[in-house]
């Protein structure tokens, strides 16, 4: 097993901070990490807006419900889906590209761009001893964090990362089994296996939360999933994306 690979598996999200900012050089190592990613069809349909003013950072930490790592940390990195440009390209070309910008694959392109530029960018951050934590509270009212962070049409915030040195670390959660997410060959549909394999991490996570807890909570991850998706969030969604003139077709 290599660094990397190291680096990787002892990922845990990172919600305690020492009052450090990042250097301008890890900024930009870490940036230009994400834009090493790979990106389909060279289409590169991202933006990575980064966040220092403490108001600004304020303000998202309220958005997000609160949090308040959002506002004290090293660094704040909002990744966006981004097909402002191509529009831009397709005048200065002469080229009718909305219908293509416009399209339901397209809008899927950049948020797997964005996804995994972000995904570079966190490893690069954790192999040099930050550590990192998605915020996906942003999207809770997205259309104040397009104006304060004043996003153009064809660009939609997804997501942010606080990035900083950690102050405190936590237990790593322990993932699904092996079996529950690789399948060979085809997708396995044996229901007994499945509930099965469920089982087993229901109890390995209510085991889990139960030590961290000192007893106050054994809540298993079924259970966790079922009570948070009863709860319908951010359905506003399919509108604002529209609004922002993309995945219309």
């Known amino acids: 097993m290599n660094e990397t690979i190291t680096t990787m598996l002892n990922h845990r999200s990172i919600r305690h901070f020492k009052d450090k900012?990042?250097?301008?050089?890890?900024?930009?190592?870490?940036?230009?990490?994400?834009?090493?990613?790979?990106?389909?069809?060279?289409?590169?349909?991202?933006?990575?807006?980064?966040?220092?003013?403490?108001?600004?950072?304020?303000?998202?930490?309220?958005?997000?419900?609160?949090?308040?790592?959002?506002?004290?940390?090293?660094?704040?990195?909002?990744?966006?889906?981004?097909?402002?440009?191509?529009?831009?390209?397709?005048?200065?070309?002469?080229?009718?590209?909305?219908?293509?910008?416009?399209?339901?694959?397209?809008?899927?392109?950049?948020?797997?761009?964005a996804a995994l530029a972000a995904q570079n960018a966190a490893i690069a951050a954790e192999s040099i001893g930050l550590g990192i934590c998605y915020i996906g509270g942003i999207?809770?009212?997205?259309?104040?964090?397009?104006?304060?962070?004043?996003?153009?049409?064809r660009v939609i915030p997804l997501f942010g990362m606080t990035v900083g040195y950690p102050d405190k670390i936590n237990d790593q959660k322990p993932r699904l089994p092996f079996e529950h997410i690789y399948h060979e060959e085809e997708y396995e549909q044996d229901k007994d296996t499945y509930v099965r394999q469920l089982q087993e991490y229901d109890q390995l996570i209510s085991s889990y939360y139960d030590e961290r807890t000192g007893g106050k909570r054994k809540d298993r991850w079924s259970e966790q999933m079922a009570n948070m998706l009863e709860k319908q969030t951010r359905m506003y969604m399919k509108e604002f994306v529209q609004k922002n003139k993309m995945n219309l077709r």
């Open 21 to 113: 900012p990042l250097s301008d050089e890890q900024i930009k190592m870490i940036v230009a990490s994400a834009q090493a990613a790979s990106t389909s069809s060279f289409i590169q349909a991202y933006s990575i807006i980064g966040i220092k003013d403490m108001e600004k950072k304020r303000k998202l930490a309220e958005i997000a419900g609160n949090q308040e790592y959002v506002a004290q940390n090293g660094h704040l990195f909002v990744f966006c889906a981004d097909l402002s440009r191509h529009e831009l390209i397709g005048e200065l070309e002469g080229k009718d590209v909305l219908p293509s910008i416009e399209s339901t694959e397209k809008f899927m392109v950049a948020l797997i761009d």
């Open 139 to 153: 999207r809770n009212k997205l259309d104040e964090v397009k104006e304060l962070l004043k996003t153009p049409e």
